[in-house]
Every structure is written in structure tokens, then in C-alpha cells.
């Protein structure tokens, strides 16, 4: 089975910064969905850091990339979003509103998550990359 792939912030920055198990995950993925939250996430860490432009270059080639889209919600991510906040609040388990909109999109589209975060443990409905 191909490997399809949504990535969390920390595990794009691990493949930038050339972490063999992000790099080996990355190149085993037939596609890499980036949440659009993962992407506002980035682009407003590197307007706090000192290498926006350098940063804002290497994640445009990477965005480039034919096996790269960037994932959007729509109406039926907002279902997935109530079910998963609701799940998590009756079990006692929040989790930030950001990766809340993770997790709708990756149940949504079927995907695996790859993601260094433990909360996403939580979600037993997530398979992990």
C-alpha cells in the first residue's frame, strides 16, 4: 500500500533539518498532505525567526513538489472537527485548537499522521506514518 502522508510542523522541520527518520518517511510517501494550519504555523514561525526569507524558500520548493498539496477544509471538515472535539472533551483529553483542524483533515481524507505530538495518541482513529 502507498504511503500517504500528512505532516505536523515538527516533523517538517525535522526533514529540513535532515533527520533520517523524517528524511526516510518523507521519500517513502506516495503523497505529503500539509493542513493548512501546518502551514500558517511555519509561516509564522519564520516571521518570528531571523531566516524568514531562507525558511519561506526551502518550504516553496518543498510545496512545489508534485507529491506536495496543501490540504483546505471544507463543510465536511467541520463535521470531523465536532465529532473529534467532542470525543476528547467526554474523554478528558483536550488538545490545542490547531491540531484539532489536524486531526479533522487527516480523519477526513484518510490519512496517516506523522507527527512527533503525543496528544494525537488520544485519537486512536489516526494511524501514525
Known amino acids: ?75 465536511q471538515t467541520t463535521h470531523v472537527y465536532a465529532d473529534v472535539y467532542t470525543q476528547l472533551r467526554r474523554a478528558g483529553t483536550p488538545i490545542p485548537t490547531n491540531d484539532l483542524w489536524i486531526a479533522a483533515l487527516v480523519i477526513q481524507h484518510g490519512l496517516a499522521l506523522f507527527t512527533r505530538d503525543l496528544h494525537f495518541d488520544h485519537l486512536p482513529q489516526i494511524p501514525r506514518a
Not at 510542523?9 to 533539518?17: A, G, I, L, Q
Not at 518570528?48 to 506536495?68: C, P, Y
Open 1 to 75: 500500500m502507498a504511503l500517504r502522508i500528512a505532516i505536523d510542523v515538527n516533523r517538517y522541520v525535522d526533514f529540513v533539518r535532515g533527520v533520517d527518520e523524517a528524511v526516510a518517511c518523507f521519500r517513502r510517501a506516495r503523497e505529503i498532505f500539509v493542513p493548512f494550519i501546518v502551514l500558517a504555523e511555519l509561516r509564522a514561525g519564520f516571521r518570528g525567526g531571523r531566516r524568514t526569507t531562507a525558511n519561506e524558500a526551502v518550504l516553496s520548493r518543498f510545496l512545489q513538489s508534485d507529491r506536495v498539496t496543501v490540504l483546505l477544509p471544507d463543510e
